[in-house]
């Protein structure tokens, strides 16, 4: 209490009268920018002001006195996270530092590392975070002037921008909806999304206004896709045309009440200054018993975005050029959970490899002789200073199984989607079991010759079916190359090859409620190429199994994709977490000859044998002859976990 009572003796009485519970300023209740200018002029005799130059704005924050950079005078910048701000603002003498967490962390070897992240837009660091907790409207004024004065030169410079592909048109375009935030458990703020929903207010910046320092205003979300969020300012009823989209998860949204409590002024937009006499009156009213975000909501965003993964640690992952084989990797680069590895024996860093850090084709080092897969020794003399194997734990854990009793067999069959060609589903064979349940499996009809293309997958992989899942769900099973008897019936080549089905039980029926639904939009992994991400539509939902297909392009290029997968993300994700999105192709690029390449073609990495066209199968009812199907539907967006796999009779 003592010092609550010292801080209000402190600040000036005017100020004190300025400012409501809402944040807003008293003489704000009629919107006129003279009278912004008039209650300046009054704060500033109320306390003795230094000796500033009168071509400066000033700036007053808690009874301080700051000037707005002009290029020259009164501006700093931070050498260790490298904002720039207002240099009375700034701490020590020396005016180096923006705080005093950045002075500490000056010496360590992080530096460069923070300074080029934030250049690139992508995460703040642990040490970085310091930035997003500094109140001083003093610095975010003069930021956001010194961007302004910047605007020109940064537009004339080689820098490609994180996200330049406008969703929130998109969307509104072709009206679409985006997947909910929830359905991506391995994504930032999956798991605490909450009931974030339309309807829900927030305290954004106020970008209609011709005030030179920065001023926020309430909005409504009106539409929400991923993470981000059509939104309305408060007074603007039906009227849209000053909705904007908006990320909901940068550090400029924030819950309501948070420019009352960080002093923050809350000014109504200039095309409606004068559409009320009593603003804090509407505000009360409109506000009262309205959602708004949590008041942790920015922490826990941060805390999202902290990824446990580091450079230079030693991973095993599978061989883009032998599926069948690990080899040790090195973490080179970490962007919202995808790892760059790049192979332990690459001289010039450049042959590398793009994976999410939760996906089943990496693992930690030694995981290949645990279970008895291929793996291919790194033939260097010389360790890289500063690597370490990375810890077990930071890696999906497998559900356990139990492989004795009635387990899969060399030389079982089953279908799976093929990893060559993820828009089809095979007809396959269990070419060997190893231990803790992992399969390496094989598609009938290409494989070469020494199994290179062989690949690994666990027993409870969504990416593997029982004989006649495809068939009871309206999948085009692709058969064997080369297999002439077609309509494919399983019935005939099991009896043909002499083969027996897995049995059904052994695989994973589990259905979870996932949330998506047909059309939805999100970004996806083009996993042929798996350092794309890019804008994608949900197409078909059979249970678990999703079929993506990337705006712009040919539906050959769809894939089957789990609705767990850790390559697919929200809309809004790239921009969050400052990663390069591909927007769908041209219509220009569509249209091109045949003899010219198209840029996103999908090429195989393996050296066996190559695969042909895919063989298009008649749609026609196959004789079911001694099987018996359960019922089930097709494209089922219920997400229940109803029987839909083939039966064998006894």
Wanted: glycine share 6%; aromatic share 10%.
């Amino acid at each position: 209490m003592e010092d609550t009572r010292d801080l209000a003796e402190r600040t000036p009485r005017s100020e004190r009268k300025r400012r409501d519970s809402f944040g807003m300023f008293d003489g704000y209740d009629s919107c006129s920018e003279e009278s912004t200018s008039s209650s300046s002029s009054e704060d500033s005799e109320d306390e003795v002001v230094p000796s500033i130059p009168a071509s400066l704005p000033i700036i007053k924050n808690n009874g301080q006195v700051y000037t707005y950079p002009d290029g020259k005078a009164g501006m700093a910048t931070c050498e260790m996270c490298g904002m720039v701000g207002v240099r009375d603002a700034f701490y020590s003498k020396t005016k180096r530092f923006c705080s005093v967490s950045c002075s500490r962390s000056y010496s360590s070897n992080s530096k460069k590392a923070s300074i080029l992240a934030r250049l690139q837009g992508k995460p703040p660091t642990k040490k970085a975070k310091v930035l997003q907790k500094q109140p001083l409207i003093a610095k975010l004024a003069a930021y956001a002037q010194y961007q302004a004065s910047q605007q020109n030169q940064a537009k004339s410079k080689a820098v490609v921008p994180a996200e330049s592909f406008d969703w929130g048109r998109y969307i509104c375009s072709n009206n679409t909806t985006g997947a909910p935030v929830s359905c991506f458990k391995h994504a930032p703020m999956g798991t605490c999304w909450g009931d974030i929903e339309v309807g829900v207010r927030i305290e954004v910046v106020n970008s209609d206004t011709s005030l030179s320092t920065k001023v926020y205003w309430i909005a409504e979300i009106i539409k929400l896709a991923g993470f981000k969020a059509l939104l309305r300012y408060e007074g603007f009823d039906s009227d849209s045309s000053k909705d904007f989209w908006c990320n909901l998860c940068i550090p400029e949204v924030h819950p309501v009440g948070w420019c009352a409590s960080s002093g923050k002024p809350l000014v109504p937009p200039k095309s409606i200054q004068n559409k009320y006499s009593n603003w804090k009156a509407f505000l009360v009213k409109r506000l009262t018993g309205a959602k708004t975000l949590p008041p942790d909501f920015n922490a826990k965003v941060h805390e999202n975005v902290q990824f446990p993964f580091k450079k230079l640690m030693r991973v095993e992952v599978v061989d883009k050029n032998y599926l069948c084989r690990t080899r040790v990797a090195l973490v080179e680069q970490v962007i919202g959970g995808r790892l760059r590895l790049v192979y332990e024996e690459s001289q010039d860093r450049s042959d590398d490899f793009w994976c999410h850090m939760f996906s089943p084709l990496i693992h930690s080092i030694g995981w290949s002789r645990s279970i008895g897969h291929r793996f291919k020794r790194s033939d260097i003399s010389k360790k890289i200073e500063g690597q370490v194997d990375a810890p077990p734990q930071l890696f999906q854990k497998v559900k356990d199984v139990d492989q004795s009793g009635d387990w899969f067999k060399d030389g079982m069959k089953l279908e799976a989607i093929d990893p060559l060609n993820l828009s089809a589903i095979c007809v396959a064979t269990v070419r060997k079991v190893l231990a803790d349940g992992y399969l390496m499996i094989g598609i009938d009809g290409s494989e070469a010759v020494d199994g290179s293309d062989w690949f690994c997958y666990h027993s409870t992989s969504p990416s593997i079916f029982p004989v006649g899942f495809c068939e009871i769900n309206n999948i085009e099973l692709t058969p064997p190359r080369g297999y002439t008897k077609l309509p494919f019936k399983w019935f005939d080549y099991l009896r043909e090859t002499g083969s027996i089905a897995a049995p059904v039980k052994l695989f994973n029926k589990e259905v979870p409620n996932h949330g998506f639904r047909q059309g939805m939009k999100l970004e996806a992994v083009d996993l042929m190429e798996p350092r794309l991400v890019c804008v994608a539509t949900v197409t078909r939902i059979v249970h678990r199994l999703l079929r993506i297909h990337f705006d712009g392009w040919e539906d050959e290029y769809d894939q089957w994709v789990d609705c767990e997968s850790p390559d697919l993300y929200p809309v809004g994700w790239c921009q969050l977490t400052g990663y390069q999105l591909q927007p769908p192709a041209s219509q220009s690029n569509r249209e091109m000859p045949p003899s010219v390449p198209k840029q996103k073609k999908k090429a195989q990495q393996y050296k066996g044998q190559k695969k042909k066209s895919l063989l298009r199968m008649k749609e026609e009812s196959a004789d079911v002859d001694e099987f018996t199907f359960s019922q089930g539907t097709s494209d089922q967006e219920s997400n229940g976990s109803g029987s839909y796999y083939i039966k064998q009779e006894p």
